[in-house]
C-alpha cells in the first residue's frame, strides 16, 4: 500500500471505535465458562482473544503503517482465540450460525486493514476461513455451509482498501493543488513585486526629473548652459537610483547632486541587492556628506558591499593627486559603526 500519511484514519478515537467491537462479543462469551466441561479452551480463547484485541486497538493512531511485530502477534493470538473457541463450541446442522467471536474478527480485519497491515488481515481470514469450512457438516457428499460470517471479513477488507486507496488518492489531488496555488501565489507576489518596483521606478523620475520634463514639454526658450548643467545632473541622479539602488536614499541623492556641481565625479555602486539597517543608511549619509565637504576634486566612489561581507557600505575618495592619499570610510553592518582610513 502507499506510504502516505494517512491523517483521516490517524485520529485519536479511532481506538475507541474498535475496542467496543473486541469488548461486546466477551460479554456473550462468559456463558461457556459455565455451560463448558473442559474450561481450559474457553479460558485460553478469551485471554488470547483479549490480548489481540487490545494489541490492535489501543496503541496510537496516527495514520503511519502499524509495526510487523506487533501486527503479527495480534494475528496469530486471535487465530489461536479461534481455535480454541471452536474447540469447545458444539457442532449443529443450522445454517447461519456464528461463533462467539465473529464480531471481534471483524473488528480485527478492519484493526489491521486501518493499520495498512492488509496481509496479516488476510492471513487472519483464511485462517478463520479454514477453521470455519472444517466444521461444515457434508449431507450425501456435499458441504452445508451453516457459517458464513467470514464473507462479511472479505466486504470489510475490500472496503478498507478501497477508502484507503480513494484517499490516497484525493490526498495526492489535495498535494497537487496545494503546490498549483503555491506556484500561482509566488508568480503573484513576483509580479506584485515588479509592479511595485516599477510604481518605485516611476516616482523617483517623476521627482527627481519631473519638473525638468515639464519645463522640456511646455517653454520654448533657448536652453541655456544652466539647464544643460541640470539636465546632467538631475541623468546622474537617476543613474544612481539604479546603478546604487539599496543605499540610494533621496538624501545621499541630494549629497552626490551637489558634489557633483561643484565639478567632483560620483559613482554609487550597489552588490547588496537590497537596503541595510536605518543605522548603517544614516552612518552612509553622514560619512559621505564629511567626505564631500572635504574633497575638492577628483572621485567619490559609495559601493553597498555583498550581504556576507562584515561592512555594509565602504567609501572612497580619491583626489587624483599623487601628493594625497585616499580617503576610505567603511560602515559596518547592521550597527553602523564608521572606520575611517
Do not use: K
Not at 13 to 35: S, T
Not at 57 to 79: C, E, K, M, T, Y
Not at 94 to 123: C, K, N, S, T, Y
Not at 245 to 271: F, K, M, N, Q
Request: glycine share 6%; proline share 6%.
Amino acid at each position: 500500500m502507499s506510504g502516505v500519511r494517512r491523517a483521516a484514519f490517524a485520529h485519536r478515537f479511532m481506538g475507541l471505535f474498535v475496542l467496543p467491537a473486541f469488548v461486546a462479543p466477551l460479554l456473550d462469551a462468559i456463558q461457556y465458562l459455565d455451560e463448558a466441561t473442559h474450561p481450559v479452551p474457553i479460558v485460553v480463547s478469551l485471554v488470547t482473544y483479549s490480548l489481540a484485541g487490545l494489541i490492535v486497538a489501543v496503541p496510537r493512531w496516527d495514520g503511519r503503517r502499524f509495526h510487523a511485530l506487533p501486527a503479527a502477534v495480534s494475528a496469530v493470538l486471535f487465530l489461536t482465540a479461534a481455535q480454541q473457541g471452536y474447540a469447545v463450541t458444539p457442532r449443529a446442522m443450522d445454517a447461519g450460525q456464528v461463533p462467539w467471536f465473529h464480531l471481534g474478527f471483524i473488528a480485527e480485519l478492519l484493526a489491521l486493514g486501518m493499520r495498512r497491515r492488509p496481509g496479516w488481515a488476510f492471513l487472519v481470514w483464511c485462517g478463520v476461513t479454514v477453521l470455519s469450512v472444517a466444521r461444515w457438516p457434508v449431507v450425501d457428499g456435499v458441504p452445508l455451509p451453516i457459517e458464513a460470517y467470514h464473507v462479511v471479513g472479505v466486504a470489510v477488507m475490500i472496503v478498507t482498501w478501497l477508502v484507503e486507496r480513494q484517499y490516497n488518492f484525493f490526498m495526492r489531488r489535495r498535494e497537487d493543488t496545494r503546490r498549483i496555488l503555491d506556484a500561482a501565489r509566488s508568480r503573484d507576489e513576483a509580479e506584485r513585486g515588479i509592479r511595485y518596483a516599477s510604481s518605485q521606478r516611476v516616482d523617483v523620475v517623476r521627482r527627481l526629473a519631473g519638473g525638468l520634463l515639464e519645463q522640456i514639454a511646455h517653454e520654448t526658450a533657448e536652453v541655456t548652459d544652466y539647464d544643460l548643467q541640470q539636465f546632467r545632473l538631475t541623468e546622474a541622479q537617476l543613474r544612481d537610483s539604479i546603478r546604487g539602488r539599496s543605499i540610494a536614499t533621496p538624501h545621499i541623492l541630494e549629497l552626490t547632486r551637489a558634489a557633483r556641481a561643484r565639478g567632483i565625479a560620483v559613482d554609487i555602486l550597489d552588490e547588496r541587492g537590497y537596503p541595510p539597517s536605518p543605522e548603517v543608511l544614516a552612518s552612509t549619509a553622514e560619512q559621505l556628506a564629511q567626505v564631500l565637504a572635504q574633497a575638492e576634486s577628483g572621485v567619490v566612489t559609495v559601493r553597498a558591499l555583498p550581504p556576507d561581507d562584515t561592512a555594509a557600505v565602504f567609501i572612497v575618495h580619491d583626489s587624483q593627486n599623487p601628493d594625497d592619499d585616499p580617503v576610505a570610510v567603511e560602515i559596518e553592518d547592521v550597527t553602523g559603526t564608521a572606520s575611517v582610513f
